[in-house]
């Protein structure tokens, strides 16, 4: 089985590549990798090593030849390519999120490949109320405050169109919670906090006040995790969109706990999203209040069909996983090999995994 990845050296495609690789090693005759991506990582280096890559930038105007190329002759390409800073210029992150999942998918259409499997998020659904999981039916309109949010449901339109349009393609995708491991809490940092990161951010952090709004509920999944739902996808030839959450449910007592904090303060929404947006406008930090929003609105998601369908069952829980990430990122974690997972310098040192 020939497999194209795109976005194949970032925090869910390194995972994706741990799993198939151990797969590989497991079947007569392997499996025949690829990976694309903007910055091509060190190929000598695992998981890196024994794939074919391919440096393409697939929002870029002119690349469709450069992608039908890398996905001659696939059986399956797996869209992972996503773009979450600059956050202040919109236009740069929808012509990666956006414009790049249309050219992704012509690409695919061009080149005949049979299976698309694309990362699409719990972030795509419109808002609901937590009391009650959804499942894969729910709208997915976004939630307009979050500009992730509205590419996410963006890119659900285009898989939509392109599922109608090409019938003989199997189409799915997959709604992940947030994805998270230890090898990515310096690309994290860089993302969400920025000059914040990772001097001041203690490897196990201690509040004692946690100042939180009870909105504040949502799910989160390791990224191993993540990468066996997408091999038994691809193994399957599944299609259609699967829920993918690890338990439990983070809810603000669960991060009073991972905290370590003595008491948790409620405090309105609106107030946790105007902080956020002083602080990002001023380049505090680098979390827009979108993300707010987006955590405060989106759906609490029913991972029955993964589980039904797929065999599917995480093996790390949800406060695991952030915990992991926590770590990483209070150390600088990162994978050396990859640019957009390379580890971070604290205070002037370079930190390695320990």
Request: net charge positive; glycine share 10%; hydrophobic share 40%.
């Amino acid at each position: 089985m020939r497999i194209v990845i795109t976005g194949a050296s970032g925090n869910a495609g390194t995972a994706l590549l741990r799993r198939l690789q151990s797969e590989a090693a497991l079947r007569p005759g392997g499996l025949d990798l690829v990976g694309v991506s903007r910055r091509t990582p060190d190929a000598a280096k695992a998981p890196y090593s024994g794939v074919e890559w391919h440096a393409v930038d697939v929002g870029q105007n002119g690349q469709s030849g450069s992608l039908s190329r890398a996905f001659a002759g696939a059986d399956a390409v797996v869209h992972l390519a996503w773009q979450i800073q600059p956050n202040r210029d919109l236009a740069v992150l929808r012509r990666t999120n956006v414009t790049g999942t249309a050219n992704v998918l012509a690409a695919a259409r061009e080149a005949g490949v049979g299976h698309v499997v694309c990362a699409s998020s719990v972030g795509a659904y419109s808002k609901s109320p937590k009391d009650r999981p959804v499942d894969e039916s729910w709208p997915t309109g976004g939630i307009i405050g979050s500009h992730y949010s509205r590419h996410k449901a963006e890119q659900e339109l285009l898989l939509d169109r392109f599922a109608a349009e090409n019938p003989s393609i199997t189409v799915a995708r997959l709604r992940p919670g947030l994805i998270f491991q230890r090898d990515a809490g310096s690309e994290i940092g860089r993302y969400f906090l920025g000059l914040v990161h990772p001097s001041f951010v203690p490897g196990r952090p201690i509040l004692p006040v946690l100042p939180i709004p009870q909105e504040l509920i949502f799910q989160a999944v390791h990224a191993d995790d993540v990468a066996d739902a997408y091999w038994r996808v691809l193994e399957r030839r599944a299609g259609g969109a699967f829920n993918v959450a690890a338990e439990p449910v983070i809810t603000p007592q669960n991060l009073a706990w991972l905290f370590h904090a003595k008491r948790m303060l409620p405090i309105p929404l609106r107030l946790l999203r105007s902080v956020v947006d002083v602080s990002w406008r001023l380049r505090l930090q680098q979390t827009d209040a979108g993300w707010v929003e987006m955590a405060a609105g989106a759906p609490i998601m029913d991972t029955g069909r993964s589980r039904r369908e797929l065999g599917w069952e995480p093996r790390t829980s949800s406060l695991d996983a952030i915990r992991e990430v926590l770590e990483g990122m209070g150390k600088g974690a990162g994978v050396e090999a990859s640019p957009p997972l390379k580890p971070r310098r604290i205070l002037g040192v370079f930190t390695r995994r320990s």
